[in-house]
């Protein structure tokens, strides 16, 4: 090996033992999940989980682990509209969702809004 080799192995060990020392030192990951309305790719803790049950009935994951398969919707009022009237919650879960279920969860997708709006104006008085 000549000399100008030797120094290039040489400067990429440094540059192996830096890149091990920069990932210990690495941010957690942080889950990502896709709105099924509006497709933005949010982090997990600011979508709401709905799950359809073994039984057929559709319903939010408050938890996010009810067994089931799931859907995420943010928490506006209009992917809440457009995701429980278009049908692409149904498409999301492959199922068919009644009407008084999916009167319920508007129901739900109002209150998310209001809950939202009032902590926003909490947080503006301050």
Not at 31 to 42: D, E, F, Y
Not at 89 to 113: M, P, Q, V, Y
């Amino acid at each position: 090996m000549t000399s100008s080799e030797t120094t290039i192995w040489a400067w990429m060990r440094t540059l192996t033992k830096s890149r091990s020392a920069a990932k210990t030192v690495a941010m957690k990951h942080v889950p990502q999940r896709t709105c099924i309305a509006c497709h933005l790719v949010k982090p997990k803790r600011q979508l709401v989980r709905l799950v359809c049950g073994p039984e057929g009935v559709v319903e939010v994951d408050t938890s996010g682990r009810k067994p089931g398969r799931g859907a995420y919707l943010c928490q506006s009022p209009g992917c809440w509209q457009k995701g429980l009237t278009r049908g692409k919650l149904e498409h999301a879960l492959r199922a068919k969702i009644s009407a008084d279920n999916r009167a319920r969860l508007l129901k739900f997708g109002t209150r998310i809004k209001a809950a939202g709006e009032a902590t926003a104006q909490m947080e503006e008085a301050r």
